[in-house]
């Protein structure tokens, strides 16, 4: 089922609403960095920044998809990199598994800041993974007999 172009409109006014956030955001992150010589908070900070940066793209990405040039996937784009993307899946499943190990090794309270930085890690390798592993899954939902 189509979205409808209200629904489409609806979407792209949110995103950008959410995007003048992110901007705000990204003004507290200048007055923290600007005041702050923690490097722990600094580097937090800077996450942030960056993970705000790729925000925009996506959030551009998706407007761009429903104002003006609709997405297309095709089952022979993915069939080059298929092979690829499911060694770096299996790839990104090892490095959860080093971390969650690492993680078993942090319940002493005097590693609450290294414990803290690898739950960072933790959810950005398993958001990774997630990630590549969706491309299958709209594949598959586009294109129910493409084989996998």
Same mark, same amino acid.
């Given at each position: 089922?189509?979205?409808?172009?209200?629904?489409?409109?609806?979407?792209?006014?949110?995103?950008?609403?959410?995007?003048?956030?992110?901007?705000?955001?990204?003004?507290? &992150?200048?007055?923290? #960095?600007?005041?702050?010589? =923690?490097?722990?908070?600094?580097?937090?900070?800077?996450? &942030?920044? $960056?993970?705000?940066?790729?925000?925009?793209?996506?959030?551009?990405? &998706?407007? =761009?998809?429903?104002?003006?040039?609709?997405?297309?996937?095709?089952?022979?784009?993915?069939?080059?990199?298929?092979?690829?993307?499911? $060694?770096?899946?299996?790839?990104?499943?090892?490095?959860?598994? +080093?971390?969650? =190990?690492?993680?078993?090794?942090?319940?002493?309270?005097?590693?609450?800041?290294? #414990?803290?930085?690898?739950?960072?890690?933790?959810?950005?390798?398993?958001?990774? +993974?997630?990630?590549?592993?969706?491309?299958? +899954?709209?594949?598959?939902?586009?294109?129910?007999?493409?084989?996998?």
């Amino acid at each position: 089922m189509l979205a409808t172009r209200e629904q489409q409109q609806r979407i792209v006014s949110t995103i950008r609403d959410w995007g003048l956030l992110e901007q705000e955001s990204s003004e507290y &992150i200048e007055q923290v #960095k600007a005041k702050c010589s =923690n490097p722990l908070v600094f580097l937090v900070m800077d996450i &942030i920044e $960056n993970d705000a940066r790729l925000h925009k793209r996506l959030q551009e990405f &998706i407007v =761009n998809t429903l104002e003006h040039e609709p997405l297309t996937l095709s089952p022979d784009e993915v069939d080059e990199v298929i092979g690829l993307m499911r $060694n770096h899946t299996r790839l990104k499943a090892r490095m959860v598994e +080093k971390v969650e =190990n690492i993680m078993e090794m942090t319940k002493d309270k005097s590693l609450g800041i290294q #414990k803290f930085l690898l739950k960072t890690l933790l959810a950005d390798e398993k958001k990774h +993974k997630e990630m590549l592993e969706g491309i299958e +899954k709209v594949m598959q939902g586009l294109y129910p007999y493409w084989p996998h």
